[in-house]
């Protein structure tokens, strides 16, 4: 195992470890150890990387892990970052879940996240001003990131979004370039082509096996791993609708708590897969069930990831990615508005909030170890 397998093992194991608070701080720790302390990839690299994983399938940090090692170690790398940084949750959650199904009941980790959310909120601040600076390179993307902002918090759905933020970039690019030379049509019909697999749909959910079995098991959550867009709450309508509806393998309050756990566990929120799959068969069920939902996202990105500079060399497609990289952003400022609203409500937590600030700004402590300290202080300090 070469020396560059090894960094990215140990990194984003520690990572999966330490990343609660959902995708968008999952980027934010990300942006901060790759791109400014390990120099990686550059932010603006970083960016297109992070607006083209928003326009497909899977659970975006996760696959933000896999094209950061693919990008320091090819093919090997992306499957070592992927898998370490999956593992860690995947595990936690599988303890979880026979904790579970032996006792009937969960740990209490109320204390415990109270006092996490503080710090995720000063993480994905310190992340958002730095990717801004980079991202927002006229007047017309920061008002297409404030667009995208406010469509979120009307309650438009992320992808929609996107969708809306790549339209006004072609706009952009359309009717506002000054490069008559350029012949738009062609340019984008020749570089439309290529990118289409890497967009394209793979299927509907749903299956009508009643009897149990591994293989289908397996099958369930692969088809949800390939199509599944949004967060843990899209999560939980697709499950539902395999799980109790079609399968009748699960009631609703095992999904509820199974989905509940995938929140409060550090790493992706899809390891919810694994507490389904251990619910339903066991030790090799969670196995089974991890696997499935997350082969998508690797073949997904080993498609996508040599593309994105191809992307960015096109001048309709650089214009476009631009306006997803900026909508993106506003996605992650309209979700940091939430959270604060949600989170900063008790003396406690602006305590926390404030010396996170100042531990991260003016001591530059690393976002785990603030991710620690605000789940000890929170212990303690709540009642």
């Known amino acids: ?199 394209a749909g793979t299927g509907a959910i749903g299956g009508g096996l009643y009897t149990f079995s591994y293989a289908g098991l397996f099958w369930v959550f692969f088809k949800v791993g390939a199509v599944l867009f949004g967060s843990g709450y899209v999560l939980f309508a697709y499950l539902e609708g395999a799980l109790i509806d079609d399968l009748q393998w699960l009631t609703k309050d095992q999904l509820m708590d199974a989905i509940a756990i995938g929140q409060f566990t550090p790493g992706p929120v899809l390891t919810t897969a694994t507490f389904i799959g251990f619910q339903i068969g066991g030790w090799m069920g969670a196995l089974l069930a991890t696997l499935g939902i997350f082969i998508p996202s690797f073949a997904y990105v080993a498609i996508l990831n040599p593309l994105v500079p191809k992307m960015r060399s096109s001048k309709i497609f650089g214009a476009i990615l631009d306006a997803v990289n900026v909508a993106a952003l506003g996605l992650m400022a309209a979700v940091l508005l939430t959270l604060a609203a949600h989170s900063m409500v008790t003396p406690q937590a602006f305590l926390i909030a404030g010396l996170a600030f100042y531990l991260s700004y003016f001591k530059k402590v690393s976002a785990p170890w603030l991710v620690l300290m605000g789940g000890f202080l929170g212990w303690f300090l709540y009642p």
Request: proline residues 5%.
């Open 1 to 199: 195992m070469n020396a560059k397998i090894k960094e990215i093992i140990k990194l984003f194991f520690r990572l999966g470890c330490t990343a609660f608070g959902g995708p968008v701080a999952h980027i934010a720790m990300m942006d901060e150890e790759f791109v400014e302390k390990r120099k990686w990839l550059k932010r603006e690299e970083f960016l297109d990387l992070m607006g083209a994983t928003n326009m497909i399938p899977g659970p975006n940090s996760t696959e933000m892990t896999m094209h950061l090692g693919m990008e320091r170690a090819g093919v090997k790398g992306m499957i070592a970052a992927g898998t370490s940084f999956i593992f860690p949750a995947a595990l936690m959650t599988a303890v979880l879940a026979w904790i579970y199904v032996e006792f009937g009941h969960l740990p209490d980790f109320e204390k415990l996240m109270m006092g996490i959310q503080p710090v995720v909120i000063v993480i994905i601040l310190g992340a958002l001003l730095k990717l801004y600076k980079k991202a927002v390179k006229t007047r017309p993307l920061l008002y297409i990131s404030l667009f995208a902002a406010l469509l979120v918090l009307l309650g438009v759905g992320e992808i929609t979004t996107l969708l809306i933020g790549a339209v006004l970039g072609l706009g952009l690019y359309l009717f506002f370039t000054r490069e008559k030379s350029d012949n738009t049509g062609s340019d984008l019909k020749k570089n439309l082509l290529p990118f289409l697999p890497a967009f």
